[in-house]
């Protein structure tokens, strides 16, 4: 198992920044990648940005420019970077992290995908 916990939300005025902090225990040696979603209230859960075990990073086009993905070893913290914040990026931000474990001598593996319990952004015009 791997537990999540996000830290960094709060009110920011349009044009700031924050840094959203989280941090993983647990089997973190099973992770493989982590990332960052965002969902308001009456929409779906989208992606905002990930980072692979092998460094690469993926962004929404509507954060490109602005945020910032970083993790030391994509294993025990990932961190978001955001400026230049807009009102349209008031969310609750969930922490992610995906994981995959060999269950067999053969090698087979089973993939899971964790989540934290969200951080609140609000950014104010």
């Known amino acids: 198992q791997v537990r999540l916990v996000e830290s960094g939300g709060g009110l920011v005025q349009y044009g700031g920044s924050l840094r959203l902090s989280c941090v993983a225990s647990?089997?973190?040696?099973?992770?493989?990648?982590m990332g960052w979603y965002r969902q308001v209230p009456g929409k779906e859960r989208e992606l905002v940005a990930t980072?692979?075990?092998?460094?690469?990073?993926n962004y929404a086009d509507s954060v490109k420019g602005r945020f910032a993905i970083s993790s030391p070893n994509v294993k025990n913290a990932v961190y978001l970077q955001m400026n230049s914040l807009k009102p349209e990026d008031t969310a609750v931000y969930f922490c992610?992290?995906?994981?995959?474990?060999?269950?067999?001598?053969?090698?087979?593996?089973?993939?899971?995908?964790?989540w934290g319990q969200g951080t609140q952004v609000t950014v104010s015009s």
């Open positions: 992610n992290a995906d994981s995959s474990i060999v269950v067999n001598v053969e090698g087979a593996r089973v993939d899971r995908k964790y």
């Open positions: 647990g089997s973190v040696s099973s992770i493989v990648a």
């Open positions: 980072i692979s075990s092998g460094g690469s990073t």
